[in-house]
């Protein structure tokens, strides 16, 4: 089932599981998508029994017996080129048995992802193909890229027609259109300037890869990847620092949320820990991370994490969609902004995407509603960084912020 966001897909599995004529269904999801599953499953009377669990638990139920197996958001299945672990242990539950996989984004990158989706059935289209390398031989163009002056393979080039036509006739594909939706997602970006101290922080750790704060916590950045992840974290208020705690330096983003959606019914998605640890300080106890208890209410205020929270989860009883910060990647971007969807929502389905002025988000932002991931080349890119030694000497006094 390929079907965009919000369209049913998980009342269409459990009604199919009922027209097989299943005994014993496994569903897998997303941890936070399971009380909604189980709830529809109460709620409409099935006779079968459901076991419900997310992809980390896996492992305990390879020994158990169902005879027929429903893969949620099953993209997260799709690494290549071997088989991610959750892949394996699913693809063992599943012997021999019937599956229906289901997703809004397939192949959100390449479709040589597509390969390991089947290969969970027994039954895959591509069953003679005894591995992925196999398969790729008629159904990818071989190429190479280069990752830190390293000669890779790169197996993301796929012949897509090719590949269509033999899983077409196993897709069954719905549009929100399709389905009745009748609003369209509003973007705004809105950009804020955070507190000066913020973009000294930044430009003082693009410079010297390294900074040493009055208490003693260190930030360093020694590496291409490290200095982006501690940009992407500064630009929004709080930085993880090398002896693994959490500093909350600027709530400009938190302040600004509060004061200008004030009276609205707000669900906000964070991207690090800290952001939501500086969101509950904000809000105190009208925080909820249920999005059960959120629609049941006036006067909370949901937040969730983007990578726990991107699938699965319904919020749209919520006037706006708030995001605090953005993600690298593109199939992020395209399933968090969803949430917000129904197909029975009256009201406008407003997004608002909150980013500091002269900060990473934006950078990533244009890449990632262009359906591509915001890799380091972009990061380099932008920055106009030149790749450095991975190696720093630290500074021999403390410097204060």
Known sequence: MVWQPRCGKTLAALEGAKLYGAQDVLFVTKKKAISNIESDYNNLGYAYNLTVTNYESLHNFVDKKFDLVIADEVHTCAGFP???????????????????????????????QIYH?????????????????AWFKDFGYPKKRYVFNRELNDYSHSKEEKIKEVVGKYMITMTQEQAGFNQEIKEEVIRIRMQDSTYWLAKKLIAKKIHIGKDGSELVADTEVKLRQKLHQI?????????????????????????????????????????????????????????????????RVFISQIQSGREGVNIATADCMIMFNIGYSSVSYQQARERIQDKNRKK???????FADEGIEHNIYKVVSNKKDYSMRWFLKDFGIKKQPNVITKEPAAIAH
């Open 235 to 299: 630009y929004s208020g709080t930085v993880k620092c090398e002896d693994g705690t959490t500093q909350i330096f600027d709530i400009s983003k938190a302040t600004f949320i509060k004061q200008h959606f004030a009276g609205k019914k707000i669900a906000i998605y964070y991207q690090y820990i800290g952001e939501g640890e500086m969101l509950r300080r904000a809000f105190g106890s009208a925080i909820t991370e249920s999005p059960e208890v959120f629609n049941e209410s006036d006067n």
């Open 348 to 354: 406008e389905a407003l997004l608002y995407w909150i």
């Open 117 to 133: 989706e089947f290969y969970i059935s027994s039954f895959s289209p591509f069953a003679e193909y005894k591995n992925f390398y």
């Open 82 to 112: 071997k088989p991610a672990v959750r892949t394996t242990h699913l693809k063992e539950i599943a012997k021999g048995k019937p599956v229906i996989l289901i997703s809004a984004t397939i192949t959100p990158e390449s479709y040589s």
